[in-house]
Nanobody, 133 residues
Framework: RVQLMESGGGSVQAGGSLGLSCQVS???????????MGWFRQAPGKGREAVAA????????????SIADSVKGRFHISKDNAKKTIILQINNLKPEGAAMYYC???????????????????WGQGTQVTVSS
């Protein structure tokens, strides 16, 4: 079965940078290529918020990213297919970016819906990011 494992969380000063990784296991490379991958975050007392997503390359040949407006220009998503790893590069982190960050996988999520959490069927346990001033 599909398993997702996030890593890279920690404490960073406001304005700093951090790289989060999500390791995917339990699926073949062919199946992995059909999955859209997303990063979401949830701060204490708040709902789950989309951060960034990357379309499945086999989904009509997209593989294009979708970035939430709140982090556009500061967060970047990429993937290493050989390692089945999805990277979220966080730059210029703001205090409101302190949250649990989750990786998610969903089969062939349409590009216009990639920032919708309900479209993802598999989730990791999350990695905590804290921001110090």
């Amino acid at each position: 079965r599909v398993q997702l494992m996030e890593s890279g969380g920690g404490s960073v000063q406001a304005g700093g940078s951090l790289g989060l990784s999500c390791q995917v296991s339990g699926i073949s490379e062919n199946t992995y290529s059909t999955y859209s991958m997303g990063w979401f975050r949830q701060a204490p007392g708040k709902g789950r918020e989309a951060v960034a997503a990357l379309g499945a390359e086999s989904n009509g040949g997209d593989g294009f990213p979708s970035i939430a407006d709140s982090v556009k220009g500061r967060f970047h998503i990429s993937k290493d297919n050989a390692k089945k790893t999805i990277i979220l590069q966080i730059n210029n982190l703001k205090p409101e970016g302190a949250a649990m960050y989750y990786c998610a996988a969903g089969p062939r999520v349409a590009w216009g819906q990639m920032l919708r959490a309900t479209k993802y069927s598999h989730w990791g346990q999350g990695t905590q990011v804290t921001v110090s001033s």
